[in-house]
């Protein structure tokens, strides 16, 4: 596989450019391999506890919001999937809240949070270098919107800095 170009803004709705404008350029691959690396280790010092105290007034806890991480980037590589292999089914959206809401993220240890963020990576990283070249370009629509595949490893790696800057804060103010 040769090194994957950053999609255009025309291969993802706009409400994702506030993800991919976050990842730095590179091999998009060697990136979600590293963030993952990072994130885990950021959050490896958080405690139990910690990982159980909301963000803020209305705002998941870091249990949620690692949950939401695996949701989300299974759900988008879901869509990267579908579309490399052309399947023709326009795909739903999600709603977040919801998925949170019955995660049962709260019932789970810390640790099995993260154990379980990192098979994901590994799987999707798995997915994403099976993919021939021409797999990258394919089209597929989601939410009502056309996206390539190509755009979901940076929607991935944009949404997860997202949150880390966000659970980043948390445990400076905790700290």
């Given at each position: 596989m040769s090194q994957l170009q950053r999609p255009q803004e025309s291969?993802?709705?706009e409400y994702y450019q506030t993800y991919?404008?976050?990842?730095p350029d590179g091999d998009i691959l060697k990136i979600l391999e590293d963030q993952a690396a990072g994130t885990?280790?950021?959050?490896?010092?958080?405690?139990e506890e910690e990982a159980e105290r909301p963000l803020g007034e209305g705002k998941w806890c870091p249990k949620q919001v690692l949950c939401h991480l695996i949701?989300?980037?299974r759900m988008f590589a879901y869509r990267?999937?579908?579309?490399?292999?052309q399947d023709p089914t326009a795909l739903p959206s999600f709603d977040q809240d919801a998925w949170v809401a019955h995660s049962n993220a709260m019932e789970r240890s810390w640790e099995s949070l993260i154990e379980e963020f990192l098979a994901a990576r590994r799987s999707h990283l798995a997915l994403f270098r099976s993919f021939p070249d021409e797999a990258w370009t394919?089209?597929?629509?989601?939410?009502?919107y056309s996206f390539?595949?190509?755009a979901f490893p940076y929607i991935v790696a944009g949404h997860e800095l997202h949150h880390r800057e966000g659970l980043g804060k948390a445990l400076a103010a905790s700290g």
């Open positions: 291969e993802y709705v991919t404008s976050r990842v885990v280790q950021m959050l490896g010092g958080m405690s949701d989300s980037e990267a999937l579908s579309f490399a292999r394919r089209t597929g629509t989601a939410s009502g390539t595949v190509r």
